[in-house]
């Protein structure tokens, strides 16, 4: 797309913020919002910032009936220094549109992505909260905006940028959780949708993930959905764990989503001179390691919560307890180095982040 100014129209009257200790996650939205059509013989075009608001959509849309679309999500954080900083925005543009390949959705260019966020975000800067565990939630959009029935590629898209101030994703913050490993059902396969950041991938996670949770769970561990065999993925986040001196985390291979923060987490790691290494594993190896002692640590990785320790295990009729139930060292240093990074106390050295 040719490069095209964005218009911004302000909002004539502010929502009321909310205070830093009072955030959630995802109930609270800015006072403006990103918006960018597609026409298939016009291309992308459009780009404005509006003010925050519903959007009309005919009951015909194709999004509504065929789930043709995407999403992304990353952060702002403002640091001690009163900065903003994207955290690995260059990263999620790639990953945004990898997805709208797989979903045949019109790719956008990278560093208008970025602009898109970063223009965004300035426009509402007052809305990124300051307090540590507290961020600006981006979450950029793309849905099929044509009106019409029949199993096609649409001929028109919608993309929009909306922004939430948020506290912790999980009610018990850092605190570590307790996990469910699913195996009567299915959540992706190589091939399917498992490795893109689609809506209909997640709504293959959600009875699974209430039933856990009617049970006292956080959240659910998938295993692959083939063999039922291997473990896969946590419903919103990657997963790692650290038997004796190694640290395993599945590999990419198709029906999981490639996670910023996990390939953070990898890169922080390695750099550490620390052993790990991308693998299949079985939850039958996870058992005999918790059974013989060598399970040290367990935790996942995403851009809502970071790093989360997990502290308990449920599988079958068995439930674990790992670390004592308490965050263990390697997780404790993963989330120190990464937020340290965020909220530029650390160093920044590999240009992971940008400033608004």
Known sequence: MKEQPIRVTKATTKKDKPKDKDLAFGNVFTDHMFVMDFQEEKGWYDPRVEPYGPFPLDPATAVLHYAQALFEGLKAFRGKDGKI??????????????????????????????KSWTTLVDVDRDWVPSAVGTSLYIRPTVIASEAFLGVRPAKQYLYYVILSPVGAYYPEGMNPVKIKVIDDQVRAVPGGLGEA?????YAASLHAAETAKHEGFTQVLWLD?????????????????????????????????????????????REWGMTVHERQISIDEVMAAAGDGTLKEMWGTGTAAVISPVGELAYKHHRIAINDGKIGATAQRLYDAIVGIQYGTAPDTRGWTVQV
């Open 85 to 114: 900083r994207l955290f690995r925005p260059h990263k999620h543009a790639e990953r945004l549109n990898k997805t709208a390949q797989r979903m045949c959705i019109p790719t956008i260019e990278p560093e208008f992505v970025l």
């Open 225 to 269: 959905g083939v063999h039922r065999k291997f473990i896969d993925e946590v419903g919103t986040m990657n997963i790692m764990l650290k038997i004796g001196d190694e640290v395993i985390t599945p590999p990419l291979s198709g029906s999981l989503l490639a996670g910023v923060t996990r390939d953070s987490a990898l890169t922080l790691m």
């Open 197 to 201: 950041k689609t809506g209909a991938n």
